[in-house]
């Protein structure tokens, strides 16, 4: 106990925490899901400052793209499960700490039996289909969140569901029709890092109940002009009681094509966002391609698409020259070109 | 400047209006957020225009009536992590 004090000692020393509130930390639970750029560093300012059990979730595996930004991570760690590869480093920052790995997404069948084991959740993700669920979540299982995004050089930031406050339906009531992720648009590598940074200093003023927390606020940052800007807002109960007498559902990300006439090949991974529906899209993931090239017709144009318009060049360059197809075109620009 | 209130823009409306913020003259048509919001979706070609939420003085309000001085945000929701 002696050398866990000498640990905390800094941050004991503060009046307002004192050996109580390291206790309150000791004993906190908190869940982050996605341990990409807010994850990362969330984690690891909550696992230093001794907060007793840390859930990390995460589907993804670490990739070179990541490193710029996911700093917990490095090179020897590409191709390991990120919720795996942050554990590792973060139990040599702090062996108290109890941590729970979770390599799987959140979704509709495990998102209530994991968030209720915890006692504040923080969203590091990057889509809105997973914010929407951990906010219904959070309200069906009564836990505060604490949400942040990022745009560029932009980030928001907010506390949900605290106490009984605003949720993030009642700040976004209407899911947006596309989903433009990092991957896409390009962020500075600082930005998710500020972020999450921010998020793990709610964490610790909501299990330490200081000062006031971001609740009815949406704290907004831009960092090439340094502003700040807060907008206040309040909780919609109609919103919040709509989603408490429902079952958990998916929020679809309202997407269609431009073209309904035209045949797709959809070759990104199962788990990337939007997802249009529609019969005239067929989905290969680029990886299983030389397994089920047959399922392509060959007599009609076949326009491939990815997230960016890469993968979907390669893909067809691959069909081209394996399987000598000859009726494929890459939508430049990704998928964001062919919704409506 | 009279009758004249500040619009802020943030995220991906920023980059489509091209600037951060702007003056608008407050016209008979030009009297509450909704219909500011609805004057700059129409004048920038906005996307994902349902999805924009207005405050006026910091606050999300998209019914409100304007006046003069007041400062009117558009925000769009974004995911990015």
Redesign the interface.
Known sequence: MNENISRYSRQIKLPEIGLEGQQKLKNAKVLIVGMGGLGCPAAQYLTAAGVGTLGLLDHDKVDITNLHRQILYTEDNIGQPKAEAAQQYLKKLNSDINFHTYVENLNTENAISIIEKYDIIIDGTDNFQTKYLINDTCLLTNKPWIYASIYKYEGQISVFNYKNGPTYRCLFPKAPKNDISCEETGVIGILPGILGTYQATEAIKLILELGDPLSCKLKIIHTLTMQEQIIKFKRNEAAANTILQKPLKLETVDCQLKDNNTIYLDVREPHEQPQPEHKNILRIPLSQLRDRYREIPTHKPVNVYCQSGIRSKKAIELLNETFDFTNLINVEGGIQKILK | MSNSVTV?Y???IAEQTGI?GETLELTHDLQNASQIKAYCIHKYNL??Q??I?V?IN???NDQGTVKEGDEI?L???????
Not at chain 2, 75 to 81: D, K, V, Y
């Open positions: 802020k943030f995220g991906a951060s996307n994902d349902e999805t939420q405050a910091q606050e999300l945000a925000l769009p929701p974004f995911a990015g992590g």
